[in-house]
T-cell receptor, first 116, second 115 residues
Framework: AQTVTQSQPEMSVQEAETVTLSCTYD???????LFWYKQPPSRQMILVIR??????QNATENRFSVNFQKAAKSFSLKISDSQLGDAAMYFC?????????????FGEGTQLTVNP | AAGVIQSPRHLIKEKRETATLKCYPI?????VYWYQQGPGQDPQFLIS???????DKGSIPDRFSAQQFSDYHSELNMSSLELGDSALYFC??????????????FGQGTRLTVV
């Protein structure tokens, strides 16, 4: 079974600075997807960024980028120019490449605080 | 754009009562997932449906059942409610047919409180 681990329960960053959230995972599969989801106080789950395991290039979405190290099974999220609205719980998640019914497996989450 | 609709948004039930949570996926999405998120916890997968058939099952108690109807909406039925069932229940939907690997979109969740 796949597992996802986030070893940082809480992180904080100053507004406009950069922060990196860590995630490791365990799987025996070679092809899969990795995600970062953001859950603000509203509790809505919002997809931040997605990485396909067969792609070597790290995904980037505006101020959000990942460092995907497949051999090390590591998938960290970098948030640049942090904004107050980035404050949220961030979940790392894994999904197989199956076409149907494949579940998301989440890590424990990292609570990010952005200080003004 | 249409999103995943969950109803009700909030629900308060007493122990041993029954609750029904509803999920209306994004139009043309053929897959629905249910997740349970306890206080301070990560979402835990309960069950999923693809084209109205159960496609995967997670840590769903026997007291819970779910189905997906012909119009693709889904309902999660919870019986003999316990205090520990108090949680945020998410529904997510995606289009998985035709070899596409689109992403799941989450609803805003139903907050169930059992008293």
């Amino acid at each position: 079974a796949q597992t996802v681990t986030q070893s940082q329960p809480e992180m904080s960053v100053q507004e406009a600075e950069t922060v990196t959230l860590s995630c490791t995972y365990d799987t025996s599969e070679s092809d899969y997807y990795l995600f970062w989801y953001k859950q603000p106080p509203s509790r809505q789950m919002i997809l931040v960024i997605r990485q396909e395991a067969y792609k070597q290039q790290n995904a980037t979405e505006n101020r959000f980028s990942v460092n995907f190290q497949k051999a090390a099974k590591s998938f960290s999220l970098k948030i640049s120019d942090s904004q107050l609205g980035d404050a949220a719980m961030y979940f790392c998640a894994y999904r197989t490449r199956e076409e149907s019914g494949s579940r998301l497996t989440f890590g424990e989450g990292t609570q990010l605080t952005v200080n003004p | 754009a249409a999103g995943v609709i969950q109803s009700p948004r909030h629900l308060i039930k007493e122990k041993r009562e029954t609750a029904t949570l509803k999920c209306y996926p994004i139009p043309r999405h053929d897959t629905v997932y249910w997740y349970q998120q306890g206080p301070g916890q990560d979402p835990q997968f309960l069950i999923s449906f693809y084209e109205k058939m159960q496609s995967d099952k997670g840590s769903i108690p026997d007291r819970f059942s779910a189905q997906q109807f012909s119009d693709y909406h889904s309902e999660l039925n919870m019986s003999s409610l316990e205090l520990g069932d108090s949680a945020l229940y998410f529904c997510a939907s995606r289009y998985a047919g035709g070899g596409m690997n689109t992403e799941a979109f989450f609803g805003q969740g139903t907050r169930l409180t059992v008293v």
